[in-house]
Nanobody, 122 residues
Framework: QVQLVESGGGLVQAGGSLRLSCEAT????????MGWYRQAPGKQRELVAE????????NYADSVKGRFTISRDNAKNMVYLQMNGLKPEDTAVYYC???????????????WGQGTQVTVSS
């Protein structure tokens, strides 16, 4: 019913850039919020950036403000994360996330992508 497919991860040098993409396939489900999370080995998953209220509002973790930009194309059901000025501490598996409402029965649910590895070397 709902599937998130991510792409764009890879290995880059510190100071480099990378663009992550996530395509959502959702039937009988209205997506409200979309976001990017990341999880480094031995650490908990943390919010990186989110697009809320159908795309009206964006929020960023303090650690990525000024470097990362989240964008959203509702017509294509896609969300992107442009990452500039990458640092070694950005190394993690990045996950796409979507939150919304199923049409019937009406209920809230959220979904995760499979994750894409981002590695930044110094």
């Amino acid at each position: 019913q709902v599937q998130l497919v991510e792409s764009g991860g890879g290995l880059v040098q510190a100071g480099g850039s990378l663009r992550l993409s996530c395509e959502a396939t959702a039937r009988l489900f209205r997506i409200n919020n979309m976001g990017w999370y990341r999880q480094a080995p031995g650490k908990q998953r943390e919010l990186v950036a989110e697009s809320t209220s159908g795309g009206e509002t964006t929020n960023y973790a303090d650690s990525v403000k000024g470097r990362f930009t989240i964008s959203r194309d509702n017509a294509k059901n896609m969300v992107y994360l442009q990452m500039n000025g990458l640092k070694p501490e950005d190394t993690a598996v990045y996950y796409c996330h979507a939150d919304g409402m199923h049409t019937w029965p009406p209920r809230r649910n959220d979904y995760w992508g499979q994750g894409t590895q981002v590695t930044v070397s110094s």
